[in-house]
């Protein structure tokens, strides 16, 4: 167990990717800015589980409360209180770069000569290191605000960058020279004591939209969050792009040319189903994923179930193109992300039953097609497999919405390394017999990317094929250093 009390992957069998965080923010006088955001993270909590932060500006000062856990439980209406003003920043987080400590929570909070800065930070720089060798030489060795204080993070090297300079004017200045200098993966939403800002990477990896309320602005990482907040989704933030937010309105800069290569895994696992990307509705596309699942790898069975909640479109959309029927064969207990009481050892070995249990009277005696988004290491299917076994299931046949995943990722997801991943090593075949399933079924990348109705051009999907926007030298992210290619 971790310190703060939340199960590791010994106790939580969980496995999925994990995507870095998300980011909110909100432009609005006169609401209650804070609780706009408590309730915006409150959407975006699948995006980050570790810790969670608000920031909250008068226009005269900027106070921010973060801790590590839940943003049910960080926040109470007597934290919410004191964050008054008419802009705030948000942010839930889930550790890549920077372990899961106290200090690494955002939103950062860091001094410029034009204020103060609050930083929150979807993604994952690969040129961190390079970028700290800048923060030394123009900063010097009295390095203050977050990396001052500890922090570990690539969002503190970005907030010191944003301000260690005094010649460009205004945080807006700076922004617009310091962004180009950023390699990787970036979703931003930072302000000052005034101004509300939003800013993408030119590859768009990860998901940043904005939205209209009757008295302001939000940013959010995805369209589910404006959706509970009452704001009216207005497009994405582009690639490439900086949005300023003030009471003078909106104004939007190009900091970089666009290279559009959203994440795939964003339509396949990471965003909420209700959520649309590029205009393309996340439930919509898993759907259709499953339907491709059927199409590509039918078999003969007496129900389709799925792994909850992650593979129930997909299981959906394979029970109506295969015409067999849909079931829920397995209950999930929405309680389990986080615990302080130690299991034993013998609720340890249970494992995945801390998570999901089946309805026996549902599976035993059944043929089942189960349905799962991915694959990562193999443990949690495999207990899965044979929990379904002990609970009478005659034949069990699993298939998976998204290819083998053969690669790891180095902008914002927290995959596995190449070694641990159980596709880079085996076949199909020999990956079924290791999770001990009656038989194997992955979409393939052609059904699986039609089905995001993007042009696989815009898309991202070097976790399947190892073919990177940004040339990557594996080795150098084997001994913890940039990942970068000296050719890049």
């Known amino acids: 167990m971790n310190g703060d009390g939340r199960l590791t992957h010994v106790l939580d069998p ?26 915006g993270l409150y959407a975006l909590q699948h995006r980050g589980q570790e810790s969670a932060g608000i920031a909250a500006s008068t226009g005269q000062q900027i106070l921010v409360y973060k801790d590590m856990g839940l943003v049910s439980q960080v926040f109470n209406e007597d934290h919410l209180r004191p964050l008054t003003g ?7 987080r889930y550790a890549t770069t920077g372990r899961s400590a106290w200090r690494n929570a955002q939103p950062t909070l860091g001094p410029t000569p ?62 617009m020279s310091v962004l180009p200098t950023l390699r990787g993966a970036f979703s931003l939403a930072f302000m000052d004591e005034s101004t ?39 497009r994405e933030i582009d690639p490439g792009e900086l949005l300023a937010i003030d009471e003078s309105g909106v104004r939007s800069r190009r900091f970089a040319d666009p290279t559009p290569r959203g994440c795939i895994f964003e339509y396949v696992y990471l965003a909420r189903p209700d959520t649309a990307i590029a205009g393309r509705s996340i439930n919509a596309a898993r759907n259709e994923m499953g339907r491709a699942l059927a199409r590509e790898h039918p078999v003969d069975a007496d129900i389709v179930i799925a792994t909850p909640d992650s593979g129930t479109p997909a299981a959906i959309g394979y029970a109506q193109e295969s015409g067999i029927p849909f079931a829920q064969g397995l209950v999930k207990n929405a309680y389990v992300g986080r615990t302080f009481i130690q299991p034993t050892q013998t609720m340890r070995q249970l494992g995945i039953r801390l998570k999901l249990n089946p309805l026996r009277d549902v599976i035993e005696g059944k043929r089942l097609v189960v349905v799962d988004d991915s694959i990562v290491r193999g443990n949690t299917q495999r207990a899965l ?11 069990i046949h699993v298939r998976i919405s998204s290819p083998p995943v053969t690669w790891p990722c180095y902008f914002g997801i927290d995959f596995a390394t190449r070694a641990e991943l159980i596709a880079s090593g085996l076949t199909n075949d020999q990956i079924g017999a290791s999770i001990e399933a009656d038989s194997l ?15 696989e051009q815009r898309l991202c999907t070097a976790c399947f094929t190892g073919t990177y926007p940004l040339p990557v030298d594996h080795a150098k992210a084997a001994a913890g250093l940039d990942p970068l290619s000296e050719d890049s």
């Open 114 to 175: 034009y204020g103060t800065i609050a930083l929150a930070h979807n993604g994952n720089l690969i040129n961190t290191h390079a970028l700290m060798e800048t923060v030394r030489e123009t900063c010097g060795a009295d390095i203050t605000g977050e990396l001052g204080r500890g922090s570990s993070t690539d969002t503190a090297v970005m907030t010191a960058l944003l301000g260690c300079t005094d010649h460009y004017g205004s945080l807006e200045e700076a922004a």
């Open 196 to 234: 509300l800002y939003a800013a993408r990477d030119p590859f768009g990896f990860r998901p940043l939209v904005l939205g209209r309320l009757p008295s302001g602005w939000v940013i959010a990482s995805e369209t589910a969050a404006l959706d509970i907040v009452g704001a009216t989704y207005v």
């Open 385 to 395: 497999v044979r929990m379904l076994r002990a609970a009478g299931a005659a034949e």
């Open 14 to 39: 969980e496995e999925k990717a994990q995507d870095e965080c998300g980011v909110f923010g909100v432009w609005a006088p006169g609401e209650d800015v804070a609780s706009m955001t408590y309730f």
């Open 441 to 455: 079924g992955f979409i393939s990348e052609e059904g699986m990317i039609a089905a995001t109705a993007v042009p």
């Open 86 to 92: 008419h802009l705030a920043v948000g942010h839930v």
